[in-house]
């Protein structure tokens, strides 16, 4: 028997912000009615604050709470700040959620994010945002897509199918997925293994080295094994900047992390 907060209960026995916003200035849908979940929020942003949204939800009580708490989470927050918000934070909302629940606070994290990124995409719309951002459907029962399975996997740190299933319900329905998905997670958790072995050196070989001299860096993206950093501080505006860069922060990423490895300016 699964445990529900009291928390969770309320919000769904008593949703807030439940309904359309017609002339809304983004909107994020997500899931489908036809595989079992789906939501769909609306928000109304005035110079870069959340000043009001709505929420659509076909599902279970856990998906009604999920939306309603991220609903009441995000009202009055500034793009910036709601942007941060990760469904671990509408699960802490809520008391927790049950395991077997955790997609539905994953449901409305990716919808915000859908949202958001409409609003930026200026007409792009949110299919266009949705098949540009989140890859091929590995999941076909529920219509999981590859970039969201990631997405999770990162975000929550999971390390099983099980999990993976758990979180966004790919791998729930035939089965057919599970094999895919078990490369996505050892593909993934290679990624981000690789990742920290990269922010550790950064933090406890590089960084230091460079604000002796009033220089610093940053870590804008990593991609498979090439690093994208940005120089700042003192670092930034020097001449040899590029020199930095190569001859002393990829030499000594090399050495530590892979010899692979290739530093990129981001």
């Given at each position: 028997m699964w445990e529900y907060s009291e928390k969770l209960k309320d919000h769904f026995f008593n949703p807030r912000n439940v309904g359309r916003i017609d002339d809304a200035d983004a909107v994020g849908e997500v899931g489908s009615i036809a595989c079992g979940d789906a939501l769909k929020i609306y928000l109304k942003i005035r110079d870069g604050v959340i000043v009001d949204v709505k929420f659509e939800t076909f599902g279970?009580?856990?998906?009604i709470a999920s939306a309603s708490a991220l609903t009441e989470m995000i009202k009055g927050k500034t793009i910036e700040e709601a942007r941060k918000i990760t469904n671990k934070d509408i699960a802490e909302y809520l008391g927790g959620l049950p395991p077997q629940k955790m997609h539905c606070s994953v449901m409305g994290w990716e919808?915000?994010?859908?949202?958001?990124?409409?609003y930026e995409g200026k007409g792009k719309g949110v299919e266009h945002v949705e098949k540009e951002d989140e890859g091929r459907i590995v999941c076909h029962c529920f219509g999981v897509p590859e970039g969201l399975i990631k997405k999770a996997i990162v975000e929550n740190d999971l390390k099983s199918v099980e999990e993976i299933t758990n979180y966004t319900k790919a791998g729930g329905g035939c089965g057919s997925c599970l094999m895919d998905l078990e490369e996505i997670l050892k593909e993934t958790r290679r990624e981000m293994e690789f990742e920290n072995k990269v922010k550790k050196c950064i933090e406890s070989e590089i960084r230091p080295m460079l604000m002796r001299d009033g220089g610093d860096v940053e870590i804008?993206?990593?991609?498979?094994?090439?690093?994208?950093?940005?120089?700042?501080?003192?670092?930034?505006?020097c001449p040899s900047s590029t020199y930095t860069l190569k001859a002393f922060v990829e030499a000594k990423l090399k050495e530590s992390v892979s010899e692979n490895l290739e530093v990129l300016e981001g």
């Open positions: 279970c009580g856990s998906a919808a915000l994010d859908v949202a958001l990124k409409s804008v993206k990593v991609e498979g094994e090439k690093v994208y950093l940005k120089l700042k501080g003192m670092c930034a505006h």
